[in-house]
Structure formats: structure tokens, C-alpha cells
């Protein structure tokens, strides 16, 4: 894409490992949100983290965001079956404009 | 809160024929987006409404496509005539805060359209 990438496409691990998914960007931005979509239904916001913030923790989330490199990442930690998802970055400047996801797998 | 309600869910049309996608998005949510999800893809956004105020359209493919959002709440993305290509799941959403650069989006489920 010309806008930015997430990697890795797809991600399958262990239950109880962590999932580190990465997002790139190519403009600046105002704030970067992560969102997560099980299949067959719509987005759910899961942080935003504004573009004078560098790290923000919810729960089992970490996000990073590094303004000079364009990019973010997104840890989820002791991951669990129902994290099986697809998670996808969207960085914000006049509009949202998303990734094209990771597919996280979360084997049992 | 109710959240963002779209209809119908699913849509199975021929090419050249009509379809209309209808969204409810969440009371007191004064904007309001369109999207369209390609299988593997990320969210694009076709539109984004201010109230009844289309601001931002620019990736609305006008010859065939048309929004409205009468009286600032509910809104009717429309598509004809169908292609093939518009095969996708069309994605609704609203936000508290006007624009999206401070507030999280809240999405419908989608109407899965398949153009055959």
C-alpha cells in the first residue's frame, strides 16, 4: 500500500505467548488507534494513542508509537484463544486511514 | 448504548441491478462514515458526514454511487448500477467528536454485498 503496511500478515502462536504486531505509516499524523475485528463482524476500537504519547497500556495492550520511524506496535501479552482476530492499525491526520491487518491466530 | 445497526446483512444481487445499504449509527453521533472492507483489506473510507454535511467524499466512485443522510441521523449508501468489483463488505460507523482525529470510530457489522 502507498499509505503504510502492518506486519506480519499473519501471526499464529501459543496460548499464554505474546503477539507483537507492527504498523508503518507514511504521513504525519495526529494520533494512531488500533482496532479489532473477529470474523464476520465490524471493527472495535481497542486504544488510541496520540502522536505527543509514546507508549499506552489497557489491560493485556502496549502500544508503542514512534513518530520519527512512522510506526507502531501492539502487544498483546498472555494471549488467550479468544484474542484469535484480526487486528488492524489506523493513523489519523484529517482522516482514518487503515492498515491491511494482521490475522492473529491464538492456538488453544 | 445501542450500537451502530446496519441493514440488511447480507446482499446477493446481479451486476447492473440496484442495492441499498442502510445505517443507524449511535444516538448523539453527529458523524458518521462509510466504508468499504475488501476480503483480506483494510477499512477504505468512501464517505464521512457532519451532521447532514458529506465533508469528505473524495473516494465515492460519483458515477455510480450516492450517500445521503437526511436529517443528520440515519443514512443510505446506494450503489447502481452494481459491478462485479463492488463485491465487499460495506462498513458503517459513527464517532462522538466531529472528524476523526481525536475520537474512536464505532462500527456496524456490515452488509456483506456479493455482485454476481
Known amino acids: 500500500s502507498q499509505q503504510g503496511e502492518e506486519d506480519p500478515q499473519a501471526l499464529s502462536i501459543q496460548e499464554g505467548e505474546n503477539a507483537t504486531m507492527n504498523c508503518s505509516y507514511k504521513?504525519?499524523?495526529?494520533?494512531l488507534q488500533w482496532y479489532r475485528q473477529n470474523s464476520g463482524r465490524g471493527l472495535v476500537h481497542l486504544i488510541l494513542?496520540?502522536?505527543?504519547?509514546r507508549e499506552k497500556h489497557s489491560g493485556r495492550l502496549r502500544v508503542t508509537l514512534d513518530t520519527s520511524k512512522k510506526s507502531s506496535s501492539l502487544l498483546i501479552t498472555a494471549s488467550r484463544a479468544a484474542d484469535t482476530a484480526s487486528y488492524f492499525c489506523?493513523?489519523?491526520?484529517?482522516?482514518?486511514?487503515f492498515g491491511s491487518g494482521t490475522r492473529l491466530l491464538v492456538r488453544p | 448504548e445501542a450500537g451502530v445497526v446496519q441493514s440488511p446483512r447480507y446482499k446477493i444481487i446481479e451486476k447492473k441491478q440496484p442495492v441499498a445499504f442502510w445505517c443507524n449509527p449511535i444516538?448523539?453521533?453527529?458523524?458518521l462514515y462509510w466504508y468499504r472492507q475488501n476480503l483480506g483489506q483494510g477499512p477504505e473510507l468512501l464517505i464521512r458526514?457532519?451532521?447532514?454535511?458529506?465533508?469528505?467524499d473524495s473516494q465515492l466512485p460519483k458515477d455510480r454511487f450516492s450517500a445521503e443522510r437526511l436529517k443528520g441521523v440515519d443514512s443510505t449508501l446506494k450503489i447502481q448500477p452494481a459491478e462485479l468489483g463492488d463485491s465487499a463488505v460495506y462498513l458503517c460507523?459513527?464517532?462522538?467528536?466531529?472528524?476523526?482525529?481525536?475520537?474512536?470510530?464505532?462500527f456496524g457489522n456490515g452488509t456483506r454485498l456479493t455482485v454476481t
Open positions: 460507523a459513527s464517532s462522538v467528536i466531529q472528524g476523526p482525529s481525536n475520537s474512536p470510530l464505532h
Open positions: 504521513t504525519s499524523i495526529n494520533n
Open positions: 494513542i496520540r502522536s505527543n504519547e
Open positions: 489506523g493513523w489519523s491526520s484529517y482522516k482514518l486511514i
Open positions: 444516538s448523539g453521533h453527529n458523524t
Open positions: 458526514y457532519e451532521n447532514e454535511e458529506a465533508v469528505d
